[in-house]
């Protein structure tokens, strides 16, 4: 595809580091950036990631263009403020989406919130509908997907359940660069959908 054909995107993942991850951050990591470098084939050079890890807080931010290194070293620990954490990423993505064609706005966790203070749940879904022209994607393993990222406001059809070990989280990241690669090229807006030969291929556990 022509880079003039592509479009300007903004990745924004919200990935959870509590300490429930520590046995499996690495492949996880190894899933994205697979999924990364099939992201590059849509994306203009110049589309951004922002990647914001989070447990009892976010920590350190990092901002790269589609194109830049990714080799990023995640230390598991603490505990998981989901409602805090994606609010504060809204709040933050908010002031630069304008600059963007498309924005994806990505959240990968193993567990639900046990240590936010600030936002509730109602709070991230009134959050999620003030912005209906993103795609907010929620990537949830050891619980129910569907169920979850509803209370958060995300639609049905882009919440995905993923088992952790490596081939259905590697599955997982193929189902979700798919599932991009046909919203980017439909034609009437159809926003990020995943198949139910997608959803058995990541996750053991339907």
Known sequence: MEEN??????????IDISGSMYQHIDYLWDAYIKFNDEQKKNSKNNSQIIITPFNTKIR???????????????????CTALYNSYVET?????????????????VITDGV???????????????????????????????NAVEV??????????????????????????????AIDRSISSDSGVGVHFSQEERFSSSQML
């Open 5 to 14: 054909n592509k479009s300007k995107i903004l990745y924004s993942i919200l």
């Open 60 to 78: 350190n931010r990092i901002i790269k263009n589609i194109d830049d290194d990714l080799n990023i070293n995640f230390i598991p620990k603490d």
């Open 90 to 106: 809204i709040q933050y993505i908010s002031e630069i989406y304008h600059n963007f064609d498309k924005i994806y706005f990505i």
């Open 113 to 143: 919130d046990n240590s936010s203070e600030t936002f509730k749940k109602h709070d991230c879904k009134t959050f999620t509908n003030q912005y209906p022209n993103w795609e907010f994607i929620y990537f949830g393993a050891n619980q």
């Open 149 to 178: 990222g509803n209370e958060l406001g995300i639609p049905e059809e882009s919440c995905l359940t993923f088992s952790q070990d490596i081939e259905h989280t590697n599955n997982a990241f193929m189902s979700l660069s798919s």
